[in-house]
């Protein structure tokens, strides 16, 4: 028997199979369950993304765009009202006015890294909203009513309201006018009080005061008690004994005001002292009898209640003074007086 036939050759093993590569699993939205290709990263059915899907992109950009769009919006919005406002200047006073307020709109917050950016949102523009025009009457013009003080304004109502009735409608406004004037004082020196002549002058209680420029060491009584109405009360001046019977002190009486006087009305319980009186227009005393600013005005021995007539009359003096020249004489057999006194004075315009 052959050999090759009684032993046939082994057939050839057959070719193992070439791997096949691992299925795909299949990806699914995990929103919907949507199917998605290998490279979508975005569901076409529900807009959601796939996890990672924003990785790596820079959120700028879709902030930017928001942003973007926020500002496109709201220049609209204002090119929308100023050519609303710019109709409404070639309108008629009496046609309504359409006032178009424009909203703008915040811009949302950036997206979240897992949430995809959000769909073009398109704003309505907001409802135009008429209002019917406000009508102004001017009010008639304030009449002011001035005192030297201080200026009043009193301004007066307006008188009835146009009314203009745009679509049915009748506002109706009332506008009245409030006008101030403010004056400014300035301070002024009180007016002479007005004086009939041959009147007593009304003398303030404060009015009367001892003079005494040169210092003479004497003593003096209440000035106020020269002036007070009361005879049994007096002004009294002591007598210097180096001196006497010569004097230099006096009675000043101050007017407070330029005043024109003709008498002075002098009662006195020691008659028979000398006196001169003089006036001054200055608002204090000048400071010796013998400066300018006092004024010669008359010259007296007193009585018990004398009349003295003044010089100068028609000039307005602010001060009056009684200056005493000498005291008493001595009478035969007695003692100097050591005091003399004026009881009452008044000054007569």
């Known amino acids: 028997m052959n050999p090759i036939v009684a032993n046939p050759p082994a057939p050839p093993e057959p070719d193992a199979p070439a791997e096949q590569p691992a299925p795909t699993p299949e990806r699914r939205c995990a929103s919907c369950g949507a199917s998605l290709d290998g490279a979508q990263e975005w569901c076409l059915e529900c807009g959601a993304g796939m996890p990672g899907a924003l990785v790596g992109r820079p959120a700028w950009r879709s902030t930017a765009a928001i942003i973007g769009a926020a500002v496109v919006l709201a220049a609209g919005a204002v090119a929308a009202s100023y050519a609303a406002l710019s109709s409404d200047s070639n309108r008629d006073a009496s046609q309504p006015v359409t006032t178009v307020t424009a909203t703008a709109t915040a811009p949302p917050a950036p997206a979240a890294a897992a949430t995809p950016p959000p769909a073009a949102t398109t704003t309505t523009p907001p409802p135009v909203t008429t209002t019917p025009p406000k009508i102004s009457t001017t009010p008639p013009p304030a009449t002011a009513t001035t005192t030297p003080a201080a200026a009043t304004t009193t301004p007066t109502p307006a008188s009835t309201p146009a009314t203009t009735t745009p679509a049915n409608t009748t506002p109706t406004t009332t506008t009245t006018s409030t006008s101030t004037t403010t004056t400014s004082s300035t301070s002024t020196p009180p007016p002479s009080p007005v004086i009939t002549p041959g009147q007593k002058i009304l003398l303030d209680p404060d009015a009367a ?8 060491n004497v003593t003096f009584g209440d000035p106020a008690s020269a002036i007070d109405g009361d005879q049994t009360t007096a002004w009294t001046a002591g007598v210097d004994p180096a001196t006497a019977p010569h004097m230099d002190v006096g009675l000043d ?6 005043q024109t006087i003709s ?3 002098i009662s006195t319980s020691t008659p028979g002292m000398i006196v001169q009186v003089y006036g001054t227009s200055e608002s204090a005393d000048p400071p010796s009898i ?9 010259d007296s021995t007193l009585k018990a209640h004398t009349k003295v007539t003044l010089s100068r009359a028609g000039v307005k003096f602010r001060h009056v003074m009684v200056w005493i020249v000498q005291a008493p004489p001595t009478p035969a057999g007695g003692t100097a007086p050591t005091s003399v006194a004026i009881d009452e004075l008044s000054v007569i315009s």
């Open 290 to 298: 013998t400066d300018p600013g006092w004024i010669h005005l008359a």
């Open 263 to 265: 008498k002075v009305d």
């Open 253 to 258: 009486i101050n007017l407070r005001a330029p």
């Open 209 to 216: 005061s001892s003079y005494n420029p040169y210092g003479v």
